[in-house]
């Protein structure tokens, strides 16, 4: 397979020139990850405007920066703290007097270090500059998130004969999990929501100790971790058989969500993919009962960029990957959400969580 993290450090160097920085310091893990391949959990990273890359670990990691860096940086393993490697390490940089650090991933404490230890150089806060190049995915991260929605489908077809009345929601969320482990999840990619009743009308309920009653809504929403690349699906079944109502909320939701899937493209603002779905839902009438956002990015983290709601005036870029999950949520009733990941390609739309979204009646 290509190995892509050179361009991406060359798309990076463009953006550094681009906002007349010498460097950047990059703190947060996930952008570590896409740019060197280092999957540990503790790194510091100073990319250059030359391309240069200093990536600074601890021991427990020896091996494996070696096995994932290889001599894409100069890797220094530090022997105490990497903050006091940095310090060390950074004047060998030549060239360097004025970085960017990710101020929407440095803590507190971090920043002080800069402002004590750091003042030989200049530093200014910047956004987004690592998180807007992944947003678009490469070949090889869509084959990884397409993995990881195969996981997911597969955990799902297992679960669902297992489901009835009686079963508490943190139950089925075992019995959930336990699958997606066995179709191959590194991990959970955030806490398997499972809700039922009254409770599936919580966007983002814990999932709790509360026994599911027969003809109620039973909401699953779940994802899977391949290769670090996330997944992300809800699903919405009945236990026993649904009434009217029901089914008719159901109906809306499918029928909003199928519209946006199928509508979506690259190249849209992010409010107009929202509005794809709100507008079906506001002509039926159930508007007032969705009140989150339609869908954002996917990839090494479950939430990215890019973001399909209302307030996002940014435009959607050829092929990132995003979530379509329209819901109706009415309190003391209950709720219905239904999402799939979708690949943003210069052909159109593309659904990567292949899995029915007819109305389930199980048990």
């Known amino acids: 397979m290509t190995d892509r993290r050179p361009a991406r450090v ?17 703190t947060a893990l996930p952008n570590i990850r896409y740019l060197t391949g280092f999957s540990g959990s503790n790194a510091l990273l100073v990319a250059t405007a030359r391309g240069d890359l200093l990536l600074l670990t601890d021991f427990r990691y020896q091996t494996q920066v070696a096995d994932e860096v290889g001599d894409l940086a100069r890797v220094v393993i530090a022997e105490q703290s990497t903050w006091a490697a940095l310090w060390r390490e950074l004047p060998t940089l030549h060239g360097v007097e004025l970085l960017g650090f990710e101020g929407a991933a440095l803590v507190h404490r971090d920043f002080e270090r800069l402002l004590n230890d750091g003042q030989r150089w200049q530093w200014r806060p910047v956004r987004d500059v690592v998180e807007t190049l992944r947003e678009r995915k490469d070949p090889g991260e869509l084959a990884l998130i397409e993995t990881a929605a195969g996981i997911a489908t597969t955990a799902l077809a297992a679960t669902l004969p297992v489901l009835r009345a009686g079963l508490t929601e943190t139950a089925i969320a075992g019995v959930l999990e336990r699958a997606l482990r066995e179709a191959g999840s590194e991990a959970f990619p955030f806490p398997t929501i499972v809700a039922s009743g009254p409770r599936s009308a919580l966007p983002h309920a814990r999932s709790s ?16 971790v391949h ?9 919405t079944v009945v236990i026993g058989r649904a009434d009217d109502e029901q089914r008719a909320t159901y109906a809306a939701v499918a029928a909003a969500q199928a519209h946006a899937c199928a509508e979506v493209r690259a190249g849209m ?40 709601a209302s307030s996002a005036d940014a435009i959607l870029p050829v092929d990132a990957v995003v979530t379509v999950e329209p819901g109706v949520y009415r309190p003391g009733w209950g709720g219905v959400r239904i999402e799939d990941d979708v690949h943003l390609s210069s052909a159109g739309p593309r659904r990567l969580t292949e899995f029915t979204r007819e109305l389930l009646e199980l048990g």
Do not use: K, M, N
């Open 227 to 235: 290769g670090g690349y996330c997944s992300d699906i809800t699903r």
């Open 209 to 224: 100790s509360r026994a599911v009653g027969s003809g109620e809504f039973l909401l699953l929403d779940f994802g899977a």
């Open 269 to 308: 603002r992010g409010s107009e993919g929202d509005a794809l779905a709100r507008d079906h839902l506001a002509a039926a009438g159930l508007a007032a009962w969705f009140g989150h956002s339609l869908g954002h990015g996917i990839g090494l983290e479950v939430h990215e960029g890019p973001r399909l």
């Open 10 to 26: 060359a798309a990076l160097q463009a953006a550094l020139a681009d906002l007349q920085l010498d460097a950047l310091l990059v």
